[in-house]
């Protein structure tokens, strides 16, 4: 059996572990992998684990001067392992201390994109620790032109992959889900909702706006599913989405909920709305599909599919958002139509064919090394 790494900064949370973990089940069912998972914040729920796990550098909080600083222990751990690959997502320093490793070990390493800003010199938002920043960027950027392969989610990425460093992806493969498995009731309440962790790109505050908005609606309720912010940094703004959101009589903010819960919950929701100023390609839009319902964007449109596709609204600014979630709450028939069209779509785009296609390759780049 080859032995493979799969490095990430956390071992749980969002869209890109989820991704990861349908990975790794693909790459044990297949017999031909040892699986080693490094990553810095070690889920400490009680789980059964397909894997190895090794923690990266001291755990805890993001080191002061970022992952960088686990340089060492991330090296180090792959040495004492000696993987016949490595595979690593979400953009930070690991991504260039793993391709630092591969260079100088000659195995390859696999970095899969997980956000647009992944492949551009623009950073997703600023914040006060800025040596931290850089110093990942930087690092980022190595491993951009020294990863042995790279993976992305969509065209957009590829292009700007290209445009940026002067590098074409070795391959382009969607995201990739499970086929719902819920019974999809949609005979309740109208219900929109939102799902991300809060997070000022993430734009919860324009959620909570949108909702204000029907406040005279009580045919209508909003739903916001996520971690709460933390509770370190962006204090004002923090505080000010809290009260914004206690004081909104028609939302009810349920907290960080399990995928399976989150499915549920889409499976009797009506619209889901993403508010984040940029993404790679949302889970929850798949989600959100398979389970027949309308997407709603502000701003994201990976590829453009949402308008080309009919499978959602992209719409540009908080008047537009307004107006096309008002459209389809009174137009019963469009709603069903966007809904039936998102799972058709899902089911022929975003199935586990895809992660199939990624352990294939997995496997011919490894032969090839």
Not at 13 to 19: D, H, L, M, R, T
Not at 115 to 129: F, G, I, K, M, S
Not at 320 to 331: C, F, H, P, S, Y
Request: some cysteine; hydrophobic content about 40%; overall charge positive.
């Amino acid at each position: 059996m080859l032995k493979i790494c799969v490095v990430n900064p956390f071992e749980h949370g969002g869209g890109a572990e989820y991704q990861i973990s349908l990975l790794i089940d693909a790459l044990v069912a297949g017999q031909q992998y040892e699986v080693h998972y490094l990553t810095h914040f070690l889920d400490q729920r009680s789980r059964t684990r397909n894997y190895e796990v090794s923690r990266i550098g001291a755990g805890g909080p993001v080191p002061k001067l970022g992952y960088l600083m686990d340089a060492a222990s991330l090296y180090g751990t792959l040495r004492r392992l000696r993987p016949s690959v490595i595979y690593q997502r979400v953009a930070c320093a690991y991504t260039g201390i793993c391709a630092f490793y591969s260079r100088r070990r000659s195995i390859p390493m696999i970095w899969h994109v997980a956000h647009d800003t992944d492949v551009a010199p623009q950073l997703l938002e600023r914040v006060r620790n800025v040596p931290r920043q850089r110093l990942e960027k930087w690092a980022v950027e190595y491993g951009v032109r020294n990863a042995t392969r790279i993976v992305v989610q969509t065209r957009q990425q590829a292009d700007l992959l290209q445009n940026n460093y002067g590098r074409r992806a070795d391959a382009v493969i969607p995201n990739f889900h499970p086929a719902a498995t819920e019974t999809i009731v949609k005979s309740g309440p109208l219900t929109v909702i939102w799902i991300a962790n809060l997070k000022p790109w993430k734009r919860p505050d324009a959620f909570v706006r949108l909702a204000a908005c029907f406040g005279q609606r009580p045919d209508v309720r909003f739903v916001m599913v996520g971690s709460p912010a933390p509770t370190t940094g962006n204090s004002a703004w923090r505080e000010a989405l809290t009260r914004s959101i206690e004081a909104a009589s028609n939302l009810d903010f349920l907290g960080e909920k399990t995928h399976a819960e989150v499915n549920d919950l889409l499976a009797r929701s009506h619209i889901f709305v993403n508010t984040s100023t940029q993404e790679g390609f949302p889970n929850t839009f798949i989600q959100a599909w398979m389970r027949e319902v309308a997407v709603v964007s502000l701003s994201v449109d990976p590829d453009g599919v949402l308008e080309r596709e009919s499978i959602g609204v992209c719409a540009h600014t908080e008047a537009g958002l307004e107006a096309a979630v008002r459209t389809l709450l009174d137009d019963p028939t469009a709603l069903s139509g966007y809904g039936k069209r998102g799972r058709e779509y899902a089911a022929a785009h975003h199935s586990l064919d895809n992660v199939r296609r990624l352990v294939d390759l997995i496997q011919t780049w490894s032969a090839r090394s």
